[in-house]
């Protein structure tokens, strides 16, 4: 009996313990792809050509963030330890809708420079020091304890030795959580490698839509099989709490 009466308290706490973590909110406020593929191994040459690969419509990254957006919401957002505000919440929230995240360029050269595609109705919230985007958006979404950040991004990795060998695309998945005080309580990165490959012309990885499109697929397929397996492990480890 003794023992039984000691084990209520524990049970009482672990309970309430659990149902507060489960009754958290956060708001997701930004989910967007880079459609720039990240060059930084590669020199002029290849920057040009990724550039010239951004402004080419016929590279669509929107079938690939749809796929990743639809596997975020419909599963890993259930190994979260917090509920998700509704996305209609946020993204027809007036003051949201109204916000300009800082670092958007709203006039001068690189306004219509936009290479970075968000899901309808979210804003395109850039990871900049500070954390001034996300305090300004706690205030918007003062409901919840905490925003998150959700973005993709790619880039090409190389095989190979000198101007020899083949590229891979390293897809990225970036999710970011914040507290009611604007500080980080965790940043997660997964990485994951196309299967195919593209060849390197003179030491130039051949940047057309036709080889880049399809390692960009499989390189995602990669990532949201290794997320589906990482990321209850990498919340676990998060250091901070809500």
């Known amino acids: 009996m003794k023992k039984i009466l000691t084990l209520i308290p524990l049970l009482l706490a672990t309970s309430l313990t659990f149902s507060y973590a489960q009754n958290k909110k956060?708001?997701?406020?930004?989910?967007?792809?880079?459609k720039q593929i990240g060059l930084g191994d590669f020199g002029g040459a290849a920057q040009a050509a990724s550039m010239k690969l951004s402004d080419d419509p016929n590279f669509n990254m929107v079938p690939l963030l749809k796929s990743f957006h639809g596997q975020f919401f419909d599963d890993y957002s259930k190994k979260f330890?917090?509920?998700?505000?509704?996305?209609?919440?946020?993204?027809?929230?007036?003051a949201y809708k109204a916000y300009v995240?800082?670092?958007?360029?709203?006039?001068?050269?690189?306004?219509?420079?936009?290479?970075?595609?968000?899901i309808d109705g979210y804003k395109v919230?850039?990871?900049?020091?500070?954390?001034?985007?996300?305090?300004?958006?706690?205030?918007?979404?003062?409901?919840?304890?905490?925003?998150?950040?959700?973005?993709?991004?790619?880039?090409?990795?190389?095989?190979?030795f000198g101007g020899m060998g083949v590229?891979?695309?390293?897809?990225?998945?970036?999710?970011?959580l914040f507290n009611k005080d604007g500080d980080k309580v965790f940043s997660?990165?997964?990485?994951?490698?196309?299967?195919?490959?593209?060849?390197?012309?003179?030491?130039?990885?051949?940047?057309?839509?036709?080889?880049?499109?399809p390692m960009c697929e499989s390189a995602m397929d990669e990532l949201m099989t290794e997320l589906q397996k990482d990321l209850p492990k990498m919340i676990k480890k998060a250091d901070a709490k809500l």
């Open 167 to 176: 590229v891979k695309v390293n897809a990225h998945a970036n999710i970011a």
């Open 26 to 34: 956060v708001a997701v406020v930004t989910f967007y792809v880079v």
């Open 81 to 94: 330890p917090f509920d998700l505000l509704p996305e209609d919440q946020v993204i027809n929230n007036d």
């Open 125 to 160: 919230v850039l990871p900049l020091m500070g954390h001034e985007n996300e305090r300004n958006l706690l205030k918007i979404f003062n409901q919840c304890d905490g925003v998150m950040k959700v973005y993709i991004d790619f880039d090409l990795v190389k095989i190979g």
């Open 188 to 213: 997660i990165k997964e990485d994951a490698k196309s299967k195919s490959v593209s060849p390197l012309v003179g030491g130039v990885p051949v940047m057309t839509v036709d080889k880049i499109q």
């Open 101 to 118: 995240p800082v670092g958007t360029a709203t006039s001068g050269p690189f306004k219509d420079m936009n290479y970075n595609i968000p």
